[in-house]
T-cell receptor
Framework: KAGVTQTPRYLIKTRGQQVTLSCSPISGHRSVSWYQQTPGQGLQFLFE???????NKGNFPGRFSGRQFSNSRSEMNVSTLELGDSALYLC????????????FGSGTRLTVV | EDQVTQSPEALRLQEGESSSLNCSYT??????LFWYRQDPGKGPEFLFTLYSAGEEKEKERLKATLTKKESFLHITAPKPEDSATYLCAVQVSQGAQKLVFGQGTRLTINP
């Protein structure tokens, strides 16, 4: 079956702009979570959505937001981009049974210049 | 504060040379411990989930074990294709799909 699809794969933005990233989970998975990966901080949790509701949020500023649609697809938005937002943004989807783990997409590489 | 520490940061082995990676954790309540493999430019790939002390899981040349304070990923007779970054993560809240990750161990297997 198809895996987690993230678009776009690469993105270059200028400081002050905003960006929207998209994630399509595995069919049947209703939970979608987002992570930021940087060389210095590693993988850090941003937020998690289940059935269009945000269930958890990490320690990121309000510039980072997200949403989930009725078909479980999710988007995350970063407004007023800063240089430090340059990172690999990863989306993961999971079924109700976490024994099978969280399946990650290949990520979106965001570069802020 | 929930914390996951992996050691070593980097490990270089010869093909066939077995070793172990460590993941120690300090969490308020462990719901599950996950091991992932990540290749450059790709997302993490799920390997194992462990839930209780004493549990073990195996897959090809990899074996994961869990105690109350740490987990080990044993690699037996590794091959160059096992080269990757291995990530450990803990789930600390039942039903909440939030993982706390360690910094990873970068493993290189020389032929």
């Amino acid at each position: 079956k198809a895996g987690v699809t993230q678009t776009p794969r690469y993105l270059i933005k200028t400081r002050g702009q905003q960006v929207t990233l998209s994630c399509s989970p595995i069919s049947g998975h209703r939970s979608v979570s987002w992570y930021q990966q940087t060389p210095g901080q590693g993988l850090q949790f941003l937020f998690e959505y289940f059935s269009e509701t945000q269930r958890n949020k990490g320690n990121f500023p309000g510039r980072f937001s997200g949403r989930q649609f009725s078909n479980s697809r999710s988007e995350m938005n970063v407004s007023t981009l800063e240089l430090g937002d340059s990172a690999l943004y990863l989306c993961a989807s999971s079924s109700r049974d976490s024994r099978f783990g969280y399946t990650f997409g290949s990520g979106t590489r965001l570069t802020v210049v | 504060e929930d914390q996951v520490t992996q050691s070593p940061e980097a490990l270089r082995l010869q093909e066939g040379e077995s070793s172990s990676l460590n993941c120690s954790y300090t969490v308020s309540g462990l719901r599950g411990l996950f091991w992932y493999r990540q290749d450059p430019g790709k997302g993490p790939e799920f390997l194992f989930t462990l839930y209780s002390a004493g549990e073990e899981k195996e897959k090809e040349r990899l074996k994961a074990t869990l105690t109350k304070k740490e987990s080990f990923l044993h690699i037996t007779a590794p091959k160059p294709e096992d080269s990757a970054t291995y990530l450990c993560a803990v789930q600390v809240s039942q039903g909440a799909q939030k993982l706390v990750f360690g910094q990873g161990t970068r493993l290189t297997i020389n032929p």
